[in-house]
């Protein structure tokens, strides 16, 4: 088993920035796919951001693309989502998910694992 956890969310002002961290440990494999996904209260989760397991292709949300970046460093079994220029509308609890077939392009039903959440506040 895989587990994820999340750090580095916290409270910012519009405008500003935060970069989330999430470190994978057991049984890791840098073939994964990796990805942030996210939830606002009453929302359903989204996705924000995806990685493949070389780390060349990125792909984004349309509603991030441009703010954030998505990195990771299979060394350190780590990935981490760069956020800037954060709205508001940003608010959510912000989750790390892992792909153990390694798809090429994430989504919410190929997830395998989750992180806890770490959570994401935007204030005006």
């Known amino acids: 088993q895989v587990q994820l956890v999340e750090s580095g969310g916290g409270l910012v002002q519009a405008g500003g920035s935060l970069r989330l961290s999430c470190a994978a440990s057991?049984?890791?494999?840098?073939?994964?796919?990796m990805g942030w996904f996210r939830q606002a209260p009453g929302k359903e989760r989204e996705f924000v951001a995806g990685?493949?397991?070389?780390?060349?292709?990125?792909y984004y949300a349309d509603s991030v693309k441009g703010r954030f970046t998505i990195s990771r460093d299979n060394a350190k079994n780590t990935v981490a989502l760069q956020m800037n220029s954060l709205k508001p509308e940003d608010t959510a609890v912000y989750f790390c998910?892992?792909?153990?077939?390694?798809?090429?392009?994430?989504?919410?039903?190929?997830?395998?694992?989750w992180g806890q959440g770490t959570q994401v506040t935007v204030s005006s």
């Open positions: 057991g049984r890791t494999s840098s073939m994964y796919t």
């Open positions: 990685i493949n397991w070389a780390g060349r292709h990125t």
């Open positions: 998910a892992a792909d153990y077939r390694g798809n090429e392009h994430l989504t919410l039903s190929l997830v395998d694992r």
